[in-house]
């Protein structure tokens, strides 16, 4: 009922049903319940190798089938799902950690729409993976403890499971108020989930409850847990208090027992228990199916009609593959007591019947597939290190050249290879020169001092006694490479000082801006100043709507960085922002992947006057201050009336906002010459 619930909300509602809930608190009562009941039998076995050899016979062959026929449909059917981040999901999934992949990437969990991952859904199966191991440890190490007195299993766990199951949830609560996206996909937050369900399994059994309040609590309890997807956002809640509402309907269920009420009837009908059979694989199957459906349909979301066609594939792939790869590759044998030897009985049936030896090919099969996939982290990583330490020929690929004019040629299809163009970061980002979001303000990872023999994050020609301060946000940052190639030709050394998601400014509304932008900005002007840099060069505009659209405009916050900029008579040089992605409801969009799933480079670029104001708005006010210049890089992206997203053969953009390392790369002549005549002026 939890699964099928899960899959009816993912495909109706969009909304989160409380079902993967439901199994976590499942997972404990079921799993870590059977490993204590075991390590409590006399005669028991310590080895901890049989529970996870049992675990892995049932949810691997599955798993691995299902992420390489994701794999092969992304490959043969749906490109924008080959990326490297999807690469390492599928690596993470096999592995069990797809939960932590998620935060890593920063992505929080969202409804099923064609820009989501195919294997979001097995971030639960991570947790659970995580949670099985930790629980075979956990119930092997109370075995030890009682080995003499194994009786005395569950009066030694209770307690301290009762302890750890108050102890995730207060981290949970705590969480659930800091970082919601983190809380949400966390195994430590999630943990008190599980382990609620092995107290219960520990104590449950004693509590006797008389048949009305069987019935009362089965419907009770079946009730609640339909509705939670009603009443709540769990994307937003969960695993916070408000889990205890499922969660509270699935133990009212559980202490219902299984007599013969009229909610356990509805559970135990050929139905229900066919479901319960295959959930396991309904579950894996049903969102990949449901994702791409969704990008088939063009639909933001599926229709009724597609739902149900999506539910009908998915328990056909479900219940096949229960017949045909979950069964027959599952462990039967009981779990063997110490002084059996299981595998060398195991081997001795392989050797004798056929059956056994076709299970055993399979198995090689499926360990091979798993090492596979999970080979395709480095592999990307590699074609990554290639293309970044690759050039472009100029003949082929001139870039921002064809835009003054460069020959390009037909028949040329765009680079970089659209499988790494956003896994190749610029020299700040690739070399650490970057303090990152999730840092305090205080941090500055591009110097630790202005000296000299400290080349740290010193790039261009570091023995030069010219200095040029790179500082602001991402957008400046990106261009750090091609600065450094031109501060080696022009003779500046260069010192990024950047932020993640940090332009420069000193406008202290943090809504505008990343928390601690403000103060991060204003430690760099103190550094500034004290330092007295030859140049300075930033970002000087950003689109009107702040994120996406144009015009673009002066923020106040930039105007008040270059008044103390003037009174400290520190010069500076303003790059007008690049045009931002944006689709028709002003939400990012990548326009390279536009382009590598229509086919279509013209169709994916924007109106011009959809994302520059006529002028140079910072060209005006910069004139206004001795020694401060604005660089007008509009034409650098666009033709008078279009900005395209593939010029001169070269992908421009690498995510919604920022530049290809690529395309950058070719903007050298322009940015030279600028930057020349600007050093030339400072000097004079």
């Known amino acids: 009922m939890a699964i099928a619930l899960v899959v009816a909300f993912h495909i109706f509602a969009d909304r989160v049903s409380g079902g993967v809930d439901i199994f976590l608190l499942l997972s ?67 592995l069990y950690l797809q939960n932590w992949e998620l935060v890593a990437q920063g992505q929080d969990y969202a409804v099923a729409a064609e820009n989501v991952s195919p294997l979001q859904h097995l971030w639960s199966m991570s947790v659970q993976g ?22 005395a299993v569950a009066t030694v766990a209770g307690p301290v499971l009762v302890v750890a199951t108050a102890a995730s949830f207060a981290y949970a609560v705590h969480l659930g108020g800091v970082d919601q996206e983190l809380n949400y996909y966390s195994t430590l937050s999630r943990m008190w989930q599980m382990t609620l369900g092995a107290v219960l399994a520990i104590y449950a059994r004693h509590l006797v409850l008389p048949r009305l309040a069987r019935e009362v609590c089965m419907v ?128 001795k049936t392989v050797r004798s019947s056929p059956a056994a030896a076709a299970r055993a090919v399979a198995g090689v099969v499926v360990v091979a597939a798993a090492a596979g996939l999970v080979t395709t ?65 205080d941090h500055r990872a591009t110097h630790a001092s202005d000296e000299y023999d400290n080349i740290r994050c010193v790039f261009g020609d570091t023995e030069s006694e010219t200095t040029v301060y790179l500082v602001g946000g991402s957008h400046a940052e990106h261009y750090s490479t091609v600065l450094d190639e031109i501060g080696q030709d022009l003779g500046f050394r260069l ?8 332009p420069l400014h000193l406008d202290e509304d943090e809504d505008l801006y990343q928390d601690g932008c403000w103060e991060f900005n204003k430690n760099v002007m103190d550094h500034l ?58 939400e990012p969009m990548d326009r390279s992947d536009c382009v590598i799933e229509t086919g279509d480079a013209a169709a994916c670029g924007v109106d011009r006057d959809l994302v520059y104001a006529e002028t140079d708005p910072a060209a005006e006010i910069l004139a ?10 509009a034409d650098w992206f666009c033709t008078q009336e279009y900005c395209p997203a593939v010029i001169g053969n070269v992908f421009v953009y690498r995510d919604p906002s920022h530049l290809s390392e690529a395309y950058t790369m070719t903007l050298y002549n322009f940015l030279a010459d600028e930057l020349q005549q600007v050093l030339e002026e400072l000097e004079a």
């Open 28 to 94: 404990g009562y079921f799993f870590l319940g059977s490993q204590l009941r075991y390590v409590a039998r006399p005669g028991a076995s310590f080895n901890p190798w049989w529970p996870v050899w049992r675990t892995l016979r049932r949810l691997v062959p599955v798993l691995v089938l299902m992420v390489a026929a994701v794999l092969a449909a992304a490959w043969w059917w749906f490109p924008q799902w080959w990326q490297p981040e999807f690469l390492r999901q599928t690596a993470a999934s096999v």
């Open 130 to 151: 995580q949670f099985y191991l930790a629980a075979v440890v956990f119930a092997l190490l109370i075995g030890l403890v009682v080995r003499r007195r194994p009786s």
């Open 220 to 347: 009770a309890g079946l009730v609640m847990v339909a509705t939670t997807g009603l009443l709540f956002d769990g994307a937003d809640l969960f695993p916070g208090p408000a889990a205890l509402y499922p969660l509270g309907g699935a133990v009212l269920v559980i202490l219902a027992g299984s007599g013969r009420t009229a909610g356990a009837v509805a559970l135990t009908n050929p139905v229900s228990t066919w479901l319960g059979r295959i959930a396991y694989p309904f579950y894996v199957w049903h969102w990949p199916i449901l994702i791409g459906a969704t990008i088939v349909s063009g639909d933001d979301r599926p229709s009724v009609g597609v739902g149900f066609a999506v539910l009908a594939v998915s328990l056909v792939a479900a219940d096949v593959t229960h017949r045909l790869v979950e069964r027959p590759l599952r462990q039967h044998r009981a779990r063997p007591r110490a002084g059996e030897r299981p595998f060398v009985d195991g081997w």
């Open 377 to 441: 982290v480095p592999l990307s990583d590699q074609a990554a290190r290639e293309v970044a330490e690759g050039q472009l020929e100029p003949e082929k690929y001139p870039g921002a050249l064809a835009l003054a004019g460069a020959e390009v040629p037909d028949g040329v299809a765009p680079q970089p290879d659209p499988f790494v163009l956003s896994e190749v970061w610029p020299l700040a980002w690739r070399t650490g020169c970057i303090t990152y979001q999730h840092q305090p303000a």
């Open 495 to 502: 010192v990024p000082l950047i932020r993640q998601g940090c």
């Open 529 to 586: 100043v004290e330092v007295q840099p030859d140049l300075v060069i930033s970002t000087s505009t950003r689109p009107e709507s702040g994120t996406a659209a144009g015009p673009d405009i002066v923020p106040d916050g930039y105007v008040e960085v270059w008044d103390v900029l003037a009174e400290e008579n520190i010069p500076f040089a303003g790059l007008r922002d690049n045009p931002w992605g944006f689709d028709e409801d002003l």
């Open 624 to 633: 206004g201050y001795d020694g401060m210049v604005a660089i007008d890089t």
